[in-house]
């Protein structure tokens, strides 16, 4: 009797000390797991504030310094003062719109984002969308090919919000593709359902880890010295979250040397009524 209080004795104390181990083991886990989510946290922040010092910084120092210049001289030749003028508007639209995507990225995230969803014409808003950046290709000496067939359905979207993601899309396609390289934009019907729309292009391309970089919000593919292209990196995301918001759904094809294609889905107009 004494034998097995004993070895009961043993097992239970075993037992016990193999439960404080292991939940040492995973107090441990769970720490370092900790750790290692403090410090990624900790150099998102960093890389965040970076960008966002240089990205606020470069449009404020050209408006002070081509508005000190103007203020600074009593005579100063008319053309002289609108070439200035003009730089000014420049940097300033810029540094709105770099405002207004931080807070875009903070309402959508917040979930109080919203909608103004209704019917919308697809193929007036793209040729709307490809108008405002077609100058910028054609500086760059690019083809841009804008393929959209007859009949193409009408679309449940906020209309303004549907030109803002494919002017991020195309302005993304035009800055990382070269010279003389090639923009498509594309459209047509999946079924009764869905329509996707397609932005392809020639450019740099990415690996698999840049385009989870360039997913996620404030990502740069490219950072500090290599950078070769300006941005918040934030036209890629949000244009991802508008897009699910409409209830649609985006994909990312790339291979570095190869181009990017971005495709996406947006419910047709009669398939939500």
Known sequence: MASRQGRHTLLSRYSF?????????????????????????????????????????????????????????????????????????????????????ILDVAKIESGTFSLDLEGVALREIVVSAVSLVEHRITEKHQSLAVVLPDGLPRVRADARRLKQILINLLSNAHKFTQERGTITVAAAAVDSRYVAITV??????????????????????????????????????????????????????????????????????????
């Open 17 to 101: 000390d193999l439960g404080q181990c292991v939940s040492r083991q995973r107090g441990e886990r769970a720490l370092r797991a900790a750790a290692v989510e403090q410090a990624l946290a900790s150099r998102a922040k960093s890389e965040f504030l970076a960008n966002m010092s240089h990205e606020l910084r470069t449009p404020l120092n050209a408006i002070i310094g081509f508005s000190d210049i103007i203020a600074g001289q009593m005579t100063m030749p008319m053309a002289k003062i609108t070439e200035y003028a003009g730089l000014i508007n420049g940097a300033g639209r810029h540094l709105l719109d770099v405002i207004t995507d």
């Open 200 to 273: 392809r292009d020639t450019g740099t391309g990415m690996s698999a880890e840049q385009i989870q970089l360039a997913l996620k919000p404030f990502g740069q593919v490219r950072s500090g010295h290599t950078r070769a292209h300006e941005g918040t990196g934030l036209g890629l995301p949000i244009a991802k979250a508008l897009i699910e918001q409409h209830g649609g759904r985006m994909w990312v094809d790339s291979s570095e040397g190869r181009g990017t294609t971005v495709a996406f889905t947006l419910p047709i107009e009669e398939a939500t009524s």
